[in-house]
């Protein structure tokens, strides 16, 4: 009798990955932002940001912020070393644009440049509008680890 083992590794399409891991994420900075109303405790915007208690406080020192209010909140995010902090961080940088480029979506997303722009010839875009992100991505694949 064989026994059969599931692969470690996925592939799935970025938007599926994106609602199963950045989803929730953002849902919870979305909260957190909506909650402050003096300051947040390190531990919260630790959780909130995925990163460790310690390397907040390492910002903290470093920005010299004082008490994480909405702006202190977002200082740490754009020095933030999560994977969720880096696409934010990406994001600003590019400006949150209506239309994206194909080179901005790769660039925001972590995406290579080359999947990115065969996927939107494919489907007709020189520039993608943020309402068709979603279905951009659900037709970009990628592998991840379980």
């Known amino acids: 009798m064989s026994r059969s083992c599931a692969s470690p590794i996925l592939h799935i399409s970025y938007w599926d990955f994106f609602k199963q891991y950045y989803t929730p994420l953002l849902k919870e900075v979305d909260l957190v932002l909506k909650a402050i109303e003096s300051s947040i405790s390190i531990k919260e915007t630790a959780k ?30 754009m020095h933030g070393s999560s994977s969720l902090c880096r ?20 660039y925001i997303y972590g995406l290579q440049g080359r999947h990115v722009a065969a996927v939107c010839r494919a489907n007709g875009y020189t520039e993608v509008p943020s309402q068709a992100l979603p279905e951009l991505l659900s037709k970009i694949y990628v592998f991840i680890m379980r």
């Open 48 to 77: 909130a940001l995925a990163l460790k208690p310690e390397v907040v406080e390492d910002i903290m020192a470093k920005e010299n912020i004082e008490a994480i209010d909405r702006e202190g909140f977002l200082r740490i995010m």
């Open 87 to 106: 696409l934010m961080q990406r994001e600003c940088m590019c400006g949150s644009p209506d239309l994206y480029s194909p080179a901005h979506i790769a």
